[in-house]
């Protein structure tokens, strides 16, 4: 049911704020971050998962000693967020403890990226701006090329052509 759809009479009645609430989602991806999409289950469960994760250094008094020890007990463990289980450097710990503390819960809701969607460079900025070729003569140019660095990676099956003092002489 639509909100701004209830007539003033209801609204009364029913005690409904004149216009919705904000919620910190909505505040946050208002932010220089943008929340990705409507609250997803996924992106709620990983808020979640990343807040247990954190709760203990929250716990604790900032800029202390118990602080510290926290964050090094944390990062030493691994743990499971959205179902993959892994560790976190105590960077990452930080950034999620200086969201929480800055902006609320919402800050730990996943983010899109910035270059979503954008054109990828195909082989140098200047050469794809100057170079004067339709997209399809570009990406051809791009593919042989790509071959071709895979090719000379590869060594053909020989070892390496270095001459030197070495373990390999």
Known sequence: MDPDAVCPDLRGL?????????????????????????????????????RRVIEPILAQPGRSAARAAAFWNVAAVPHGVCG??????????????????????ASLFPTARKDKG????????????????????????AAVREAG??????????GS???GSGPRG
């Open 14 to 50: 029913f005690n409904l704020p004149l216009r919705p609430v904000e919620t910190p989602f909505q505040a946050a991806g208002q932010a220089s971050r943008t929340a990705v999409g409507p609250l997803s289950a996924r992106g709620l469960k990983m808020m979640q998962d990343k």
């Open 84 to 105: 993959k289980v892994e560790r976190f450097a105590e960077n990452t710990l930080g950034d999620w403890v200086r969201g929480v503390e800055g902006r609320g819960d």
């Open 118 to 141: 954008a054109r990828r460079c195909l082989i140098a900025k200047a050469w794809d701006q100057g170079v004067g070729l339709d997209d399809a003569a570009k990406a051809k140019i």
């Open 149 to 158: 660095v895979r090719r000379s990676m590869n060594c053909k099956g020989k």
């Open 161 to 163: 052509t270095r001459s």
